[in-house]
């Protein structure tokens, strides 16, 4: 069973469709819409300040969304993909996004609709990640603006997601 806490009387909201795999941990002040699925050893941790996750989104393997104390909340829209042991702090991404496996995304951060993080990319605090490209590096600089087939990927892989996660279900 995942490991699913209050901290300080709030208990995480979870809509009922969500895949939340067995030894995912989300404890506190963290809302997740519909049709999420949250991977092995996940952590979502919203004891500092709260973290808001939209429908149709994927928290794959071994990543950790956090937040910042009186500081940053954590607000994930929809149809965003988070790759394996990425980092996702205080930040806000917008929808159809893809955040790269092993990527770092810092306090207050925004990356735009449209956009994908590179794998092992760092994007820095402020930092503002404009729609329609692909930013990649330590410290991540936009690199160049999407092709279709990259734009066409932001679409379908959220979808692949559910697809993956019913194997589970059924």
Not at 34 to 56: Q, Y
């Amino acid at each position: 069973m995942p490991l699913i806490l209050p901290v300080k009387n709030k208990l995480p909201v979870i809509a009922e469709d969500c895949f939340i795999a067995p030894n995912a941990t989300i404890v506190g002040d963290v809302t997740i819409g519909e049709k999420c699925s949250v991977w092995f050893n996940a952590v979502i941790r919203g004891d500092v300040n709260s973290i808001t996750i939209g429908h149709h989104s994927n928290i794959q393997d071994g990543v950790c969304v956090h937040a910042t104390y009186l500081k940053a909340s954590t607000n994930i829209g929809n149809y965003v993909s988070v790759g394996h042991n990425a980092i996702i702090h205080g930040c806000k991404l917008d929808d159809y996004v893809l955040v790269g496996m092993g990527a770092i995304v810092m306090d207050d951060a925004v990356v735009q609709s449209n956009v994908i993080i590179a794998a092992g990319a760092v994007v820095l605090e402020s930092t503002i990640c404009e729609s329609g490209y692909l930013y990649a590096g330590t410290p991540a600089k936009k690199i160049k603006p999407l092709t279709e087939e990259q734009l066409a990927l932001l679409q379908k892989l959220p979808h692949n997601y559910n697809l993956y996660s019913s194997w589970f279900t059924e």
